[in-house]
């Protein structure tokens, strides 16, 4: 890649997305320090602070908040190094950021104010006060803002570039951004047109199945959202940081585009245990489910076949002497790739949690938090740490000194460190029924409830680490957004190779597959949501005291 | 497109193990009856007594035949009511002997709770509108604890029984 950084404006925009991120994160973090705290039974809130209010906190901030803001950050940047972005583009990534965090502002003033203490899943007939439905809205449309002006840059190039291929990591965020408006669509029509207008009182009831099902049409997409620019990192920028090349672009390309497909109709393997919903239909989408095993693998098989080939071509001939050799002292390596091995127990555990019938065993167990922070909050959150540590510098003109890097180093061990303790307790605790989202409680007493609340004694030891390792990483984000040394910090894009095959032409044509993924979302949901509306009950009107609100 | 031998021995070996996954749950689902809870029945959620089952008198344990029971519960923030006992007071804790089968029937009057007897195969998602119904054999004995484990205001973590297995 060339030896320039990106022109100051350009960066201003980057960098506003990640000050969120980061400030997000160290919230978020102390939010869930907290409720390791509480629930180990040795700690209560000062305050009168609700339990519920700052769970409500730590998932909409972390889960929904410093996400979001992360990838559409990184994105908006990806696309800016591959295909560029011009002034009217920059307007609108500008206009996309304040209605986000506008949104953001409204949401956090409700939720701290106890005026919304629903969670990040926000079931009816619980009702949050309408600000924080508007807020969620902004949040919403601002993301939206984002992915069609990446759409136009990518387009734009096109026009300028006819008979090339696009670039694979504008690809990607295209592939990404699609996945993510028709799975917000779900979502926006519940907040905008059956909830909002029953929290401000203009409507008496809503249909609770409704609102659940196109929750979760938009929830389960929403983890590739975050897992998907943890692959572009590992299929594009990995193989640059390790001294290789890509493994293969058009492999690439197929993985995303089966992503894209098989995220969208499966929505109901989170919703195994409902009373309401016919379980043929519920197979159906578990099978689907499954069919995000063939990109997995592809996906696996890349990294490591990319591992290999540099090692080789750097002379380690052994049969795993590659291996040895990979760069372990460089945290833009190690921390993405202690990701990468998280997910494997996360994808089985995933595998797990989306069976049909060994569902009902795990369902709303604390097994489920343990499995989504291996996922999330180890894969991705590693994956999007180790992008930072070249991102940030490269952003602000200054470089990833070694000091830095260590202090990176030992912020990936704080972490898996951390992690292995807080998830495997987790995971074991929710095995033998403790359930997730639940204060500290004894309940009826008994051997059972002494024995979840040992479990819940090493997730606070877990998350104390945790901790520790979100306060680094915020410092480690400050060095580098403002006091490390000026100099160049390299964007590393990995290049195909010289003799690199030829992408074929229909993995960049978009009608066949946006036409198929619509194609599957319609085939697995039309004839269910159907049935829910027609079969059902008398709604329900809103419950405001059970959330503390008068 | 090219696809490296080895990386086509490892999606076959992929694909293979997904099919037979698939089956076997297929094989759960379809031929062994093994679904999860769906029943697709509905109710009034402000007038759950309309239905014979949830009628106060009809709440808690009752013995439909030899080794057969059915528990009709109503949930609702902050408490499952499973009925009363003879002296009047709420019952707390449902007892039946150990191999006994037991049908769970519970539907909630407000918000969205979750039925769990932790330890047991008895888990299901509860809301106001749908019943929720849930058969299975005690096998073993000892206390279980009866949790609400989706999120339902709070006090959520104080709504809780107790299945007793003797």
Redesign the interface.
Known sequence: MELFNFSKKESRLYMAFMHVTFISLLIGGLMGLLQTLVRSGKYTLPFNI???TI?TTHGVILGLVLTTFFIVGFQFSLMGKTVGISDKQLMWGWISFWVMLVGTVLSAWMILTGEA?V?YTF????RAHPIFYIGLTFVIVGSWIAAFTNFRQLYVWKNAHKGEKSPLLAFMVVINMIMWFVATLGVAYSVIVLILPWSLGYVATVN??LT?TLFWYFGHPLVYFWLLPAYMAWYAIIPKIIGGKLF?D??AR?AFILLLMFSIPVGFHH?????????TW??IQ??LT?MV??PS??TA??LF?TFEITGRRKGYTSLFGWFKKLPWKDVRFLAPFVGMVAFIPGGAGG?INA???V???V???IWITGHFHLTVATTVILTFFGIAYWLIPHLTGRRLTPTLNKLGIIQTFIWAIGMTIMSTSMHIQGL??????????E??G????STWISYQMWQAVGGTILFVGILLMFYIFIQLAFFAPRGYEEYPIAEEEVDA?K??KILENWYVWVGITIALILFAYTIPMI?IIK???????P?D????RS | MHLHKYEKVWIVFGLASLVLFLLIIGFAAFWKGTHPQSHIETIDPQNVEANESFQPDNLGLTEVADGKYVVNIVASAFNYDLGKEEDGTATKTIRVPKGSTVLFQVTSKDVVHGFQVAGTNVNMMVEPGHISRFESVMKNNGEFTVVCNEYCGIGHHLMFGTVEVY
């Open positions: 609700d339990y519920y769970l203490s969670l079931y009816t007939p619980l609770v199945l659940r293969s058009p492999l197929l919703q195994l245990t409902e009373p309401g919903i016919d379980p519920k197979f578990v099978v499954f095993v063939i693998l592809m098989f890349s076949a595998i069976s049909h019938q569902n009902s065993l369902h709303n167990t033998i029924g403790g359930p997730r989202r639940s204060a500290f409680s309940y009826a008994g051997d059972q409830v095959e992408s074929p049935d079969h059902s009950p008398p709604g329900s009107i419950f005291w059970p959330i503390g």
